[in-house]
């Protein structure tokens, strides 16, 4: 049995296809779940904003958030993990 998985994350109405580990795949299920929670949030809070302003906005949340469990992980293996989703996150980017 492959250590990959095929799956397809729905984000804002729109499907994205990803090859993941079979291990990580409720985490980006959680993940795509979490990231609409937001979308919609900012959608009803600010209609008269467009799409990209709602990504944007909501990009910004995730990242501040990180940024703040960053600076207060003390647990070196909670670091590393963390570090490691920040790394696979910055490899994603890079290769849009």
Known sequence: MS???SI???????IYPLV?????????REAAKKLNEVLSAFK???PDKDIQ????????QFVYASMVVRE???NASLTGEIKDIMDD????LAAR
């Open 89 to 92: 996150i910055d490899d994603f």
């Open 20 to 28: 993941v580990s079979r291990k990580d795949e409720a985490r980006y």
């Open 72 to 74: 207060n992980a003390g």
């Open 8 to 14: 397809n994350i729905k984000i804002d109405n729109r």
């Open 53 to 60: 302003d709602i990504f944007a906005m909501a990009a910004f």
């Open 44 to 46: 009803s809070n600010y």
């Open 3 to 5: 250590d990959t998985l």
